[in-house]
């Protein structure tokens, strides 16, 4: 005859699971209770561009984020990912740019924007060839609902 | 049928360990990401122009001999560079092509491992090269460049500082 399991194992695993099944559910209505049955964007959304860059200059980058959400947002951290470069002599290392992460806590209205002033900056001793190069940057933003 | 009784440490941990899954649920659900694109474009830098200081030239310069070179750099940047080269690219002329065919005038060397500061959209302090440049006999004597001032084209070199 096997072993009954013990109820110390089996009792959390029940309420852990009734609460995850209780918030999905919650969350579920939250987000698609639309009358119009679009599904609610989830996602905020972020641009932003700065031009003339100069060696050993550092510049404002402003990044425009925008939410979409239902709900006011905090953003707490704000992350740019620069990829390699090019212009007409060719390739530029994605290295000879810094941009500082951002790090704060500010509030973004529900369906509004809001602007993020990020330092970047070219290095000092970038390339010939990074002249009238172009980068793309990624930007990755960290929020918590309010 | 029989149903086994919980003991009451059970339940505690039950309680307790509900909670903080659905608190890390909660958080999870209640945070937001987002993503986005943008760019970053480098500028591209403006050549270096020479300065006219012919003004300020010594009459040193002879047939067989050498003389002073003097420049002043202009900078149209909007930052700062420091020059570390100049070569010629041709021969001086003088503007008479009697003496410019009887004479060349050319730097004796390229001045290397220099350090002129040309500041952001301005000019340099004005550079004196003694001996740079020298003047060869030409086929014939030839007064018409007794003091005439040379004009060299020079290729130049910097970095950003």
Known sequence: MARPVRSTVIAPVIAGVLAVSAIAVAGTIGQHGSITGQPAK???AIHGHVRHLMPGRPKILRVHVRNPLGASVAVYQLRAVVRTGRGRRGACPAQVIHIRTWKGFRKVAASSRRTF????????RAPDRCQGARWTIHYHARSVRL | MTFRKFSKRAIITSLFLGILLAGSVAFAWWTAGGSG???????????LTTVDVSASTTADLYPGGTGTLKIQIHNPNTYAVTVTDIAATGN??????????ANTVSMVAPLTGLSISVPAGGNSTVQTYSNAV???????????????TFSIPVTLTGVNS
């Open chain 2, 37 to 47: 694109t943008g760019y970053a474009k480098a500028a591209s830098a403006s050549p």
């Open chain 2, 134 to 148: 020298g003047m060869n006999y030409g086929a014939a004597a030839d007064n018409s460049c007794q003091g005439k």
């Open chain 2, 92 to 101: 001086g002329t003088s503007g008479n092509p009697a003496c410019d065919a």
């Open chain 1, 117 to 124: 002033r990020l330092r970047i900056r070219l290095r000092k």
């Open chain 1, 42 to 44: 989830r996602h905020l």
